[in-house]
């Protein structure tokens, strides 16, 4: 028997602490393995050291044995379908991601003599617009600007397809507003602020209840921020921070008016923040 996606982490500044912990860690691990029947598949078994790229650069493998063999170390790994690298530059889920988006928008533009854009549509919904959503929360803000637009010129190839329209004949802005769609890196934001409200309103996982601070709980007076039921922002100076969802979907929620903040359901904000958006092609 095996228990896929299991994953074992420790956090350290040492590296030498970091081995010892896990290194005792999987050694407890083995022997409840032994003790429940269980086997541990040391081939698909993996390590990786997390970090900045001036941090993981004067780090040296780690070396973990696992039933007398020594687990091999990697530099990108796959949990639950999304590819992290050790430096969370997101490359090799973004490149993933894209190739996928590009084989089903070739679909998309075979079929189109047969069908109609209606039904482009739903198909695109289907088997497309999934591997952008899934899980972009966490992979959406990436550190490569090509990246992100890579993922909105496919998007917009996909429009041109459903609408039947040539490369020159509208703008993208023209596009996504036919379409009645958000650029991949607004959708993004949208997904994050989302979950955001979903936390907030203790709608999500219970490992994400308390998750975000108030700015009025952090302060004994009454700020402007406060006052607005705005979200703290802890300051940081690493990027990796500031992409994150602690930091970045406090960014998001603080920008938006009021009224959609007080949404009273999940569906209502959704629609508050949408039409907002949608507000703009009008302009």
């Known amino acids: 028997m095996y228990a896929d996606d299991s994953t074992q982490y420790s956090v350290s500044s040492n590296i030498t602490q970091l081995q010892n912990e896990l290194q005792s860690d999987f050694d ?7 003790q429940n029947k269980l086997t ?3 081939l698909k078994t993996h390590i990786m050291v997390i970090g900045t790229k001036q941090r993981t650069s004067k780090i040296n493998q780690l070396s973990i044995i696992a039933e007398g063999k020594s687990l091999e170390s990697v530099e990108t790994s796959k949990l639950l379908g999304i590819h992290i690298d050790k430096n969370l530059t997101w490359e090799t889920q973004y490149a993933r991601v894209a190739s996928k988006l590009s084989q089903r928008i070739g679909v998309l533009k075979r079929i189109k003599p047969y069908v109609s854009g209606r039904i482009l549509t739903m198909l695109f919904n289907a088997i497309v617009l999934p591997y952008m959503d899934y899980c972009c929360t966490v992979w959406g803000k990436c550190p ?3 990246n992100i637009d890579r993922l909105c010129k496919l998007q917009k190839r996909a429009a041109r397809i459903i609408l039947n329209v040539k490369t020159s004949e509208l703008s993208s802005r023209q596009l996504y507003k036919d379409m009645n769609w958000l650029p991949f890196s607004d959708r993004v934001d949208f997904k994050r602020a989302t979950l955001v409200y979903k936390i907030i309103h203790n709608h999500s996982a219970d490992a994400l209840q308390n998750y975000f601070t108030t700015t009025q709980s952090m302060h004994q007076y ?3 921020g406060a006052s607005k039921g705005n979200l ?3 300051s940081h100076n690493l990027d990796y921070y500031k992409r994150s969802l602690k930091f970045n979907g406090c ?3 603080n920008s938006l008016p009021q009224h959609i903040r007080e949404a009273p359901t999940i569906q209502s904000f959704k629609g508050r923040y949408l039409s907002r958006f949608f507000a703009q092609y009008t302009v």
């Open 232 to 234: 703290y922002l802890n």
């Open 40 to 42: 541990l598949n040391t």
């Open 251 to 253: 960014e998001i929620w």
């Open 222 to 224: 009454l700020t402007r």
């Open 28 to 34: 407890r691990i083995i022997c409840w393995l032994k």
């Open 144 to 146: 490569n600007q090509g």
